[in-house]
């Protein structure tokens, strides 16, 4: 979601976003890479820099998931909380998502 939210977005800026490393990072891209969601695209200004950027597959996906979190946070009453505490159910969310997934 982050690629397609953030345009110019670099591996090293996602690394920072979820505090993980390049390592961890570049795997997760490489798994997007292979299912055709993301494309990293060499910068013009420094070509040891990638940018990342959803695909035509990665946006639809994109899409379909903000659609399907924005019904379930009204279905369960998020919407009638403040920012920081949505933030941070989307934080636990995200983290419980990553440890499901290893």
Same mark, same amino acid.
């Given at each position: 979601?982050?690629?397609?939210?953030?345009?110019? $977005?670099?591996?090293?800026? &996602?690394?920072?976003?979820?505090?993980?490393? #390049?390592?961890?990072?570049?795997?997760? &891209?490489?798994?997007?890479?292979? #299912?055709?969601?993301?494309?990293?695209?060499?910068?013009?200004?420094?070509?040891? #820099?990638?940018?990342? #950027?959803?695909?035509?597959?990665?946006?639809?996906?994109?899409? $379909? &998931?903000?659609?399907? &979190?924005?019904?379930? /946070?009204?279905?369960?009453?998020?919407?009638?909380?403040?920012?920081?505490?949505?933030?941070?159910?989307?934080?636990?969310?995200?983290?419980?998502?990553?440890? $499901?997934? /290893?």
């Amino acid at each position: 979601m982050e690629i397609y939210k953030r345009k110019n $977005l670099s591996q090293d800026d &996602l690394a920072t976003i979820f505090g993980q490393s #390049k390592g961890t990072i570049a795997k997760a &891209l490489k798994k997007l890479e292979d #299912k055709e969601y993301v494309e990293r695209i060499v910068d013009e200004n420094n070509r040891r #820099k990638y940018i990342l #950027k959803t695909t035509e597959k990665g946006e639809e996906l994109a899409i $379909l &998931l903000k659609n399907d &979190l924005e019904e379930w /946070e009204n279905a369960v009453g998020i919407d009638k909380l403040d920012e920081n505490a949505k933030c941070q159910l989307r934080e636990i969310a995200r983290k419980t998502e990553e440890i $499901l997934e /290893e």
